[in-house]
């Protein structure tokens, strides 16, 4: 796969409560929280069809209906909806979405992320270091120390050749998972039902030595509380970004 063959449809998380961003998520969903005036679900969805993907399947909860009207008049990528009477987390969301997913791999980008592209657009880089034969999920990780709005301990160690390992407790890792990645369907082959965490599947491909990553090569900024909006909105307008 090339960055002229990539994935087609993108799996966009949007359907969490943002208790975190209280009051803010009180009567806006956080994926509509706005960084430096451009709601956040927008960006991500910039990011998407400036790479070449056709296909946005967006699972919705909380507010969904305040997503749906936001986007209502967008032509520039499809848009279909995983609607979640109940929260269903990473891995029951996307798994319910996988008949509207397709059979071929798909991204899966969070909606409450920013990145910057690098030399190279990080979706393209995906999909160039995508191998379906050795891989079931490839993550796109940022480095620990560099993350914007970020001040945990990290998420995953890696090898030279990008399999990944889970940080070993009461250390800290020198990658975080970016909220951004390429997985195929086969890695929800016999996953729980309901509600449940990607992390559990994730698991099991590091025990199968089939959960990969790499390393993104540009900026990355996390919206989680309203001091890291404030963190986040302050980094970008001193580097002059505009959405």
Not at 216 to 225: A, K, L, R
């Amino acid at each position: 796969m090339t960055a002229f063959n990539l994935p087609k449809t993108a799996m966009v998380m949007a359907a969490g409560y943002g208790t975190r961003l209280r009051p803010l998520t009180d009567t806006v969903p956080k994926p509509m929280v706005k960084v430096l005036g451009r709601p956040m679900i927008d960006v991500v969805l910039d990011r998407l069809a400036a790479a070449g993907v056709q296909r946005a399947v967006i699972n919705l909860h909380h507010l969904g209906e305040v997503i749906r009207d936001h986007l209502k008049a967008r032509k520039d990528i499809e848009i279909v909806y995983s609607e979640e009477p109940e929260i269903l987390e990473t891995g029951g969301g996307t798994k319910q979405a996988l008949p509207l997913l397709g059979p071929d791999p798909f991204f899966v980008v969070n909606a409450k992320i920013i990145w910057l592209n690098g030399r190279e657009d990080a979706l393209h880089r995906l999909a160039r270091a995508w191998d379906p034969e050795r891989m079931d999920s490839l993550l796109l990780l940022q480095p620990t120390v560099t993350a914007i709005g970020y001040s945990g301990p990290g998420d995953f160690l890696m090898d030279q050749e990008g399999r990944l390992k889970r940080r070993p407790e009461w250390e800290v890792a020198p990658f975080l998972y970016s909220g951004v990645n390429i997985t195929h369907p086969r890695l929800f082959e016999a996953s729980p039902e309901g509600a449940f965490s990607v992390n559990i599947l994730w698991d099991r491909a590091i025990e199968q030595g089939r959960l990969y990553g790499i390393r993104h090569d540009g900026e990355w900024y996390h919206v989680s509380t309203p001091q890291h909006l404030r963190e986040v909105e302050r980094e970008l307008g001193f580097h002059g970004i505009r959405f």
